[in-house]
């Protein structure tokens, strides 16, 4: 039995974000790095929708919104979660936003990243998620342009510390783009 497609914010049956939802969600203004959406109001419930409850064909949407946003690249990748979300969710989201962007822009999707252990950055102060980010490591080499995409960005810490990683790898430009930003000064 196939269930009707709902809007992942308002229920209402059709797409996964619905025009009236779409029309709500605020632009990102003044976020530390590219992002479709602010991370508040109708925002944050579309992305929560995404992480928590498994509304995965928000990603397109999302990513509908992201590829404009991006410049040329080579590929696509994506900051990964810790093992344990990804497990406990049955994906990791961040994945989710980089395929759908990789294929809106026509470029390859790559897992070019391996988290190393570390703390979460969700519920942790300002200062701690600027004194101490995840940690990656290259799982491949990567190309010479790389887009790394993230679910939501807050203070650009782990978007920077996976670029690191990249231009570490080899990479000569690594390009940063979220869904959603957090209003500045959260």
Same mark, same amino acid.
């Given at each position: 039995m196939l269930l009707p497609a709902r809007c992942a914010r308002c229920q #209402?049956?059709?797409?996964?974000?619905?025009?009236?939802?779409?029309?709500?969600?605020? &632009?990102?203004?003044g976020a530390? /790095? &590219?992002?479709?959406?602010?991370y508040e109001?109708?925002?944050?419930?579309?992305?929560?929708?995404?992480?928590?409850?498994? #509304?995965? @064909? /928000?990603?397109?949407? *999302?990513? #509908?919104?992201?590829? &404009?946003l991006a410049p040329a690249v080579d590929?696509?990748?994506?900051? @990964?979660? *810790?093992?344990s979300h990804t497990r406990a969710r049955?994906?990791?989201?961040?994945?989710?936003?980089?395929?759908?962007?990789?294929? #809106?822009l026509g470029?390859?999707?790559r897992r070019l990243l391996r988290r190393l252990d570390g703390p979460a950055q969700r519920g942790r102060s300002r200062a701690d998620r600027l004194g101490d980010p995840p940690r990656f490591a290259v799982a491949r080499r990567p190309p010479r342009r790389v887009? /790394?995409?993230?679910?939501? /960005?807050?203070?650009?810490?782990?978007?920077r510390s996976a670029a690191?990683?990249?231009?570490?790898?080899?990479?000569?430009?690594?390009?940063?783009l979220a869904a959603a930003a957090t209003p500045p000064g959260r």
């Open positions: #209402a049956p059709g797409p996964a974000v619905c025009g009236r939802c779409w029309q709500a969600l605020a &632009p990102a203004r530390v /790095v &590219p992002a479709a959406v602010a109001g109708a925002g944050a419930e579309v992305v929560a929708a995404l992480k928590f409850r498994n #509304a995965r @064909p /928000v990603a397109r949407h *999302l990513a #509908a919104a992201m590829a &404009p590929a696509v990748t994506w900051v @990964p979660t *810790l093992a049955g994906f990791d989201q961040g994945e989710l936003l980089a395929r759908a962007v990789a294929r #809106a470029v390859p999707a887009l /790394v995409v993230d679910d939501v /960005v807050t203070t650009g810490a782990t978007l690191a990683a990249l231009r570490a790898g080899g990479a000569d430009e690594v390009h940063p």
